[in-house]
């Protein structure tokens, strides 16, 4: 009987648990979490600290889905020490345990730049429900936070606390909003909206240093700015988790190497998740990961199981406006666009082309043909036959299969 021990209960871990169980019914199967809880929805975190969804509703997996597939679940326990020529790990509480194919899914940290003062009380980062629950008791009884970076999560973070009743300002490097997912044009028209919804936003700006007072904090900009708030939330993007992978002496360079079965340099070890990085590329986006842990446990488990990348794309809402982002954007707008745009109904909506292929896509406000729109992106279908009506606003989307 083969004996499986994954690190990491997200997405990654999961996916991979899951296969595992289906390629190899008989096999012990142990995952080791840092949390309290349960697998549970990281990307709802804004709606839980927003006190629109409970714990239990953002729970993708209670207990019982370990129990029906004989997976042993070990919630609080960090692994400390993995001994890979004993193919042996030590956990914090000092067990061992033995096995004879690990998967490291130890995912991402949020990364916090290095500003003066990013340690003081009342500075938080949102990663984890206990992150979660940490800024809820601070935004008690606050009335303004200080967000830097303008990523989704950030917005999303920021827009759950407004609804808590808190004044949102956003500081970001960048000039624009949502850097990965919008061009200048549609991120415009995206913190127009935001604005009349009540957020403040300071783009192109960086942050000098944070300074706590007796009223609160100030967060001082490089410009010369100060901002006041109650509370800050630094959500500066996500860095890979690799003290354990370093120990084990992988090879790293954006994150653990693997091939396309998620196997690293070592034998019998495995990676995926935020941690990794595939053909030179690092994802961090939840689709990716998902893909990556369902191949990693099929590989472990003997099954053929090949990855071959993950289409970038995000549908979603920010502040319950619906965006998605597919493919390359052009932000910087060197390729063919066919761009419409609605300032009366605040929709955006705009198509990538290369050598006559779609290659990649926004739509703000608006997201009807995404699906259809990204099925071409992957299939990289030819669309030069349609390239004369796309302009149009109501073009069928239907018409790209």
Do not use: C
Not at 76 to 92: A, C, L, M, N, S
Not at 144 to 172: D, H, Q, S
Not at 374 to 379: D, E, G, L, T, V
């Amino acid at each position: 009987m083969t004996t499986y021990l994954i690190i990491g209960n997200g997405v990654a871990g999961n996916a991979a648990a899951e296969n595992i169980r289906k390629h190899d019914s008989e096999g012990k199967i142990v995952v080791f979490s840092q949390e309290s809880r349960p697998f549970y929805y990281v990307p709802a975190l804004p709606e839980y600290l927003a006190g629109e969804k409970a714990a239990d509703q953002i729970t993708l997996h209670p207990q019982s889905w370990y129990d029906q597939r004989r997976i042993d679940l070990y919630l609080d326990t960090r692994v400390t020490q993995i001994d890979p020529g004993e193919k042996v790990v030590v956990t914090d509480q000092g067990r061992r345990f033995s096995y004879d194919k690990l998967l490291l899914a130890t995912g991402g940290n949020s990364f916090v730049p290095p500003i003066p003062g990013a340690d003081s009380t009342g500075v938080f980062t949102l990663r984890t429900l206990a992150d979660a629950d940490r800024i809820k008791a601070a935004a008690a009884g606050a009335k303004t936070v200080v967000l830097i970076g303008g990523g989704l999560l950030g917005l999303e973070a920021g827009n759950g606390l407004r609804k808590l009743g808190l004044k949102v300002i956003v500081v970001e490097f960048f000039p624009r909003l949502l850097p990965r997912q919008m061009d200048a044009a549609g991120a415009a028209i995206l913190a127009r909206q935001l604005e009349d919804m009540g957020f403040t936003f300071y783009l192109g700006a960086k942050t000098q240093a944070i300074a706590p007072g007796p009223d609160g904090l100030t967060v001082n900009l490089e410009s010369g700015e100060k901002l006041k708030g109650d509370l800050v939330l630094i959500s500066a993007g996500v860095r890979p988790d690799l003290s354990l992978a370093q120990a084990l002496g992988l090879d790293i360079d954006k994150g653990v190497k693997v091939d396309d079965t998620m196997k690293t340099s070592r034998d019998g070890i495995y990676a995926a998740g935020d941690l990794i990085e595939h053909r030179g590329r690092f994802y961090g986006i939840w689709p990716a990961a998902m893909e990556q842990g369902k191949v990693a446990g099929a590989a472990m488990a003997g099954a053929a199981a090949k990855y071959d990348g993950t289409l970038p794309s995000n549908v979603l809402k920010v502040a319950g406006i619906d965006l998605m982002a597919a493919g390359d954007i052009d932000a910087d707008g060197k390729l063919e666009a066919i761009v419409h745009q609605n300032e009366a109904q605040k929709t955006y909506r705009k198509l990538v082309i290369q050598d006559n292929l779609l290659v990649g896509a926004i739509l703000l406000g608006d997201i009807r043909g995404s699906a259809e729109i990204q099925a071409a992106i992957k299939k990289k279908q030819d669309i030069s036959r349609l390239k004369g009506e796309l302009a149009q606003a109501d073009f069928d989307f239907k018409r790209l299969g």
